[in-house]
């Protein structure tokens, strides 16, 4: 057996030659794909706007409903991405004040502000942008998919046929426009950088290595991050223990001190969102050690199943999270790989995927070891889906490769490959079987039935079988095989995101301009229910009290009784209307929840309307109506000190401010005592001269001391100057951000400007000099084998 190394027949072939293939046949898939692109026509699930009653009236007549449940798309990715566009210019969003009362934004790993691929955001129009991402994505996954396999040494159909195959997945298909498929693609290119550093000890493969370690982490989707991690770290160990060729000797040590310095420059250069996003956590509301729900084994029928346009498809696949199809070359390729020259890349990817499913589907005993891995404690392991099928795309590849270089004399080999593929063929034929006989509705389209799947099983056997009996030369067969597997996988994938005109991406606001503030003093509201799309503040600008995102711990507490949390602290926060009139006490108010925005179909729509003395109602549009809280406390006040009440304790503070006798405007609960004299009076007032998403800026006329209490959420690394001195910022009524205030006329300005921001990019500015050294200078061995 060659040792671990990738100098197979296949890297004779002149690499030119390989990116040709590769290049031409991934373009043909991505022209397929996103055809309607060159129309003018945009990849977005526009429908979830206009389910909600506030867009109904502006929905359009073609809107495409045919999509799974993938609303996350327009409730948070697109949201993010416009953010990022309307006000990097001002200093990258770090801070985001339009939901849950304001919370940090980088530090969300979502946001992935610094992402290099998110960059076209901030030069090109929002539609454009978020078309080249759509294509970049697939583009680049195909890309390195190919790039790793040409490093294993398989062919130029063999790469193209494993890029296709993972490219257009599933779970890379059902994720897109996600951050989970964003950070996805970077696995490929984690393991190429670690097989080219196993080989080439060079400055620059440690480079390459830092980069594919770090990318993932900056496109923002953790869970997906320490899944592909393992699998980097896992493949450099399993390579640490084996030499990297017959003729030269073991030195693992060296190679994991390389693989550990590639892992600290990753860290380095990931640093302005790892320290960002670490800071974060401890003020979660989140419970990091959730197990989730089993995944029935029955569902891993899903790498069969074409059918993924509904939220739950035709034999009970919920949708996006277990679909998992991978193109039905894959069955006949992946068995075929043991035929492969690199069998220890066999073993270790046959391996991994043999552990993936287990841990995914909940197969014992790998399943029940996995739950002790605090790694790997909290996280949604079913999504382990994508390590399986990167895992069966690698070997596919690599099997196909096997095909591509059989000899006619090689009766025995044949013999062998003709038996794994035929298994192949018969575990996919059981397993759409099994999809056929569990049909419970019709699936959308007719190129989603199990028949379809029948059909392409076929037509990838067909070249398989004249190319194992001799029947074909290489060259015809390549041509046939890619032309099936691109037609396979691109008649799966095309259309999970509807293709829509660029109008229809964003409703036309005819209900929030109205009451969008014309100054810089922000307005703040609140849906009651479900009106509209979750997050649609981010959209247009509007602050609320409520939003669908992690929410911190303070606003839970805050909240806890007036608001309802979203499934235990991971989705958001948001009240209904028996909320509304149960709650007696004033913490909504203290939000400055100005505006409730209530359907008229709401069983205690009446209510409002009957209450003068609480709401006012403004305005109707369609069948949804805007009722102005009348009790509401401007986003920034004055107390005076006189109504400072120091309790230290949390639940005392709560249990005080959750009382309907207490008062806000003239009393404030803080933790620590004050620093001024406790004196009586008029405080004064405020006037909002800027606002940004980062700092803005008061003028405030206080006749006494006084507590100035912002209406937004306390939270480390905001910092507050007074006539041009820096004072202290402290939680207010448990929640909210305070500074004191001497009596006189002042300028204040405050700034979110954390610490952790400014260490973490100096250290990812760095880190990116660093690593552009280490590829200009690529000298012939970082670390000599001698």
Known sequence: ????????????????????????????????????????????????????????????????????????????????????????RDGFPIWEPNLQAGKPFLANPQSALFYPLNAFFYILPVSIAWCISRILHPFLAAMFTALFLRRLGASATGGLIAGLVFAFSGFMTVWQAQAMADAAIWLPLICYSVARLHEERSAASVAVAAIAFAMPVLAGHPETVIHITLVGVALALFMAALRPSMESPRQPF?????????????????????????????????????????????????????????????????????????????????????????????????????????????????????????????????????????????????????????????????????????????????????????????????????????????????????????????????????????????????????????????????????????????????????????????????????????????????????????????????????????????RMDMLSTKYYVVSNGDPLYKKFLESPGRFRFLYEFGKTSMFENLRAMPPAFLVPSSGVMVIRDEKAQMDLIRSANYDPERTVVLEEPFMFALTGGVPGNVQWIERKNASLRLKVESDTNSVLVLSQIYYPGWKAFVDGKQTPVFPADYALTGIAVAPGSHDVIFKFDPLSFKIGLLLSTVTVFVLGALLYRRPKHLWSRA
């Not at 992946?334 to 197969?363: D, E, K, N």
């Open 254 to 586: 060296r190679y994991l001190v390389l693989f550990g310095l590639a892992g600290l420059l990753a860290m380095g250069l990931a640093a302005v969102q790892l320290l960002a996003t670490m800071e974060w956590i401890p003020h979660l509301n989140r419970d990091l050690d959730i197990v989730w729900p089993l995944v029935p084994l029955r569902n891993i029928i899903g790498f069969v199943s074409r059918d993924i346009l509904s939220p739950s498809n035709s034999f009970g696949l919920q949708i996006p999270e277990q679909a998992a199809y991978v193109g039905m070359i894959a069955f006949l390729g992946f068995p075929i790989a043991w035929l492969h020259a690199q069998r220890r890349y066999v073993i270790f990817f046959t391996v991994s995927m043999i552990v993936a499913l287990c841990v995914a589907y909940g197969i014992p005993p790998i399943y029940t070891l996995s739950l002790h891995v605090p790694i790997l404690m909290g996280l949604k392991n079913n999504r382990l889906i994508l390590v399986a099928t990167f895992a069966i795309a690698v070997l596919a590849g690599l099997g196909v490769s096997v095909l591509q270089n059989l000899e006619k004399e090689e009766r025995n080999r044949r013999i062998r490959a003709s038996l794994l593929a035929a298994a192949g063929v018969c575990l996919a034929a059981f397993m759409i079987y099994l999809v056929q006989i569990n049909l419970v509705a019709r699936p959308v389209g007719s190129s989603r039935f199990p028949k379809a799947s029948l059909m392409f099983l076929t037509l990838s056997t067909i070249p398989v079988a004249l190319r194992l009996g001799g029947l074909l030369r290489t060259r015809q067969f390549n041509f046939l095989l890619a032309g099936v597997v691109i037609v396979d996988v691109c008649s799966f994938s095309y259309g999970l995101l509807p293709f829509e005109n660029p109008q229809y991406i964003l409703p036309e606001d005819r209900f929030f301009a109205r009451i969008s503030s014309k100054t810089p003093e922000p307005v703040r509201l609140l849906q009651v229910g479900e009106v509209y799309t979750a997050n649609a503040e981010l959209l247009y600008g509007i602050q609320s009290s409520g939003g669908y995102e992690i929410p911190l711990r303070r606003i839970i507490e805050f909240t806890q009784g007036a608001m309802s949390d979203s499934a235990g602290g991971t989705g958001g926060i948001g009240q209904d209307s028996k909320q509304v009139f149960d709650v007696t006490d004033r």
């Open 1 to 88: 057996m060659k040792g671990f190394a990738y100098n197979a027949e296949a890297l004779k072939a002149p690499a030119v030659s390989f990116w040709k293939i590769t290049l031409l046949g991934i373009s043909l898939a991505m022209v397929w794909n996103y055809a309607p692109v060159l129309t003018g026509k945009i990849p977005f699930p526009s429908i979830f706007f206009y389910y909600s009653p506030i867009f109904a009236p502006v929905a359009p007549e073609n809107v495409d409903s045919r999509v799974p449940n993938i609303g996350d798309v327009v409730t948070g990715f697109f949201p993010y991405r416009v953010l990022a566009s309307r006000t990097w």
